[in-house]
T-cell receptor
Framework: GDSVTQMEGPVTLSEEAFLTINCTYT??????LFWYVQYPGEGLQLLLK?????DKGSNKGFEATYRKETTSFHLEKGSVQVSDSAVYFC????????????FGTGTRLTIIP | GAGVSQSPSNKVTEKGKDVELRCDPI?????LYWYRQSLGQGLEFLIY????????KSGLPSDRFSAERTGGSVSTLTIQRTQQEDSAVYLC??????????????FGDGTRLSIL
């Protein structure tokens, strides 16, 4: 079945450090890929998405590129801030018309000043 | 409000009782989803409603779980004869339907269910 594997946390970085959270997937067909974020005390919200190979999703300084050859969708940010502290979830929607999300286990990120 | 609304925000009940969780999706969103977020299991899909089509119930963990969506809007998730392993945060999401690509899902704040 479909699955998403992402970097185990927790991850702790200093402010202005470079961030990478790895995400790989297994799916048949051509899934859409997403990163969701859950800030402390808040609900889950979409951070960025990519719907086909080589697409790059970006938002709030975060980027992720859909790599079909490596079945990956790694999340990156060049300079993290304390306000980026949250839990990050990689997810896929398997095929168009089958839109339920399969999530990774989540990665807790803490940024220290 | 403009977002997905869930109620109650917290529910504590005794083992064996039935519970109902409610979700009000964003107006105009035809797709509605229920997920469960629990320790050790992460985020799991439960059930998916799309318009007037038969729901995708493939994620429901047992026949104690059921859900309805009345009038294509509000949805209720019912758990009968609750067990301690049902303790989790139950999340509802809704999305538009596009003929071109999967649309992002908008999540509510969830109902935190605790079974004593």
């Amino acid at each position: 079945g479909d699955s998403v594997t992402q970097m185990e946390g927790p991850v702790t970085l200093s402010e202005e450090a470079f961030l990478t959270i790895n995400c790989t997937y297994t799916a048949t067909g051509y899934p859409s890929l997403f990163w969701y974020v859950q800030y402390p005390g808040e609900g889950l919200q979409l951070l960025l998405k990519a719907t086909k190979a080589d697409d790059k999703g970006s938002n709030k300084g975060f980027e992720a590129t859909y790599r079909k050859e490596t079945t990956s969708f790694h999340l990156e940010k060049g300079s993290v801030q304390v306000s980026d502290s949250a839990v990050y979830f990689c997810a896929l929607a398997a095929n168009f018309g089958n839109e339920k999300l399969t999530f990774g286990t989540g990665t807790r990120l803490t940024i220290i000043p | 409000g403009a977002g997905v609304s869930q109620s109650p925000s917290n529910k504590v009940t005794e083992k064996g009782k039935d519970v109902e969780l409610r979700c009000d999706p964003i107006s105009g969103h035809t797709a509605l989803y229920w997920y469960r977020q629990s320790l050790g299991q992460g985020l799991e899909f439960l059930i998916y409603f799309q318009g007037n089509s038969a729901p995708d119930k493939s994620g429901l963990p047992s026949d104690r779980f059921s859900a309805e969506r009345t009038g294509g809007s509000v949805s209720t998730l019912t758990i009968q004869r609750t067990q301690q392993e049902d303790s989790a945060v139950y999340l509802c999401a809704s999305s538009l339907t596009s003929p071109h690509s999967n649309q992002p899902q908008h999540f509510g704040d969830g109902t935190r269910l605790s079974i004593l």
